[in-house]
């Protein structure tokens, strides 16, 4: 299988599992993927994502090495139609899941991997890691969300210079722009990350949702209307389980124990 999968504490692992080709996506890993995070989205006893890559790569983008076939005979694929029906699923899935999603970025994240990254709500880094917006490099612009994300993070001005020079992204670079949420040692990354996952699997998971779409949809609404959305989310939140164990937990002077409902 091109995707591993591993439950442990109410985190669902998911491993791009192609290390030779450092986690290259063809169609086999990209449905593979696109069905295990909608597995793990739909599983009430997930309780956050975590994507990582196998071997030394979190993933080098498409595989082109795939279609060289194709190209020396002069015939293009339809790259539009990869889009539709592969890499969009795929980013739209990782933002729609109601649930945490992190990316433990181990290694290169290039191309669509660093698209995909920028998609998972956190991103924790090896020391290792880096991110290339490739696609320029191959006379092609930038796909899977790269733009709608990195504008967001960093504004016109740096996105436009990461996706038109294509030049390398280190981990602390990363991390000081805001692309990364942290930067970790090597010989502590495989650690700190499951730590952080855990954590998240122990939180008020339905809040935790909530909260998620009210930050994605909070750049194309109007004040008025984010209040308006806060006021639904909050009454929602409010009927949660979780909620009145939070309550509970704080005024009996003791940590709460969520359990995702």
């Not at 020079?165 to 990363?174: D, H, T």
């Amino acid at each position: 299988m091109p995707v591993a999968r591993s439950v442990e504490d109410r985190v669902c692992t998911l491993v791009l599992d192609r290390p030779s080709l450092l986690n290259a996506f063809d169609d086999d890993l990209g449905f593979a993927l696109l069905e295990e995070v909608t597995r793990a989205a739909e599983d009430d006893s997930v309780r956050c994502i975590v994507i990582t890559g196998a071997g030394r790569a979190f993933s080098s983008g498409e595989d082109l090495g795939a279609l060289a076939g194709g190209y020396e005979e002069g015939r293009v694929p339809d790259l539009g139609d990869t889009l539709t029906r592969r890499y969009n699923p795929l980013i739209r899935a990782v933002r729609a899941a109601p649930k945490p999603v992190v990316a433990a970025v181990n290694g290169v994240a290039a191309g669509a991997g660093a698209s995909l990254a920028l998609a998972c709500d956190f991103r924790l880094a090896s020391e290792h890691a880096k991110l290339v917006f490739a696609f320029v490099k191959v006379g092609l612009v930038p796909d899977s969300g790269a733009v709608w994300f990195l504008e967001r993070m960093i504004g016109q001005g740096r996105a436009l210079e990461l996706v038109t020079s294509g030049r390398v992204v280190g981990a602390q670079e990363a991390v000081e722009l805001g692309l990364f949420t942290e930067v970790v040692g090597a010989a502590d990354f495989a650690q700190r990350w499951r730590d952080v996952a855990r954590e998240l699997a122990s939180g008020p998971t339905r809040a935790f949702a909530l909260t998620k779409a009210l930050v994605q949809a909070s750049s194309s609404r109007n004040l008025d209307d984010q209040l308006d959305a806060e006021v639904d989310a909050q009454a929602a939140a409010g009927r949660t389980a979780d909620h009145l164990e939070g309550v509970q937990a704080f005024l009996g002077k003791r940590a709460a124990k969520f359990e995702g409902r």
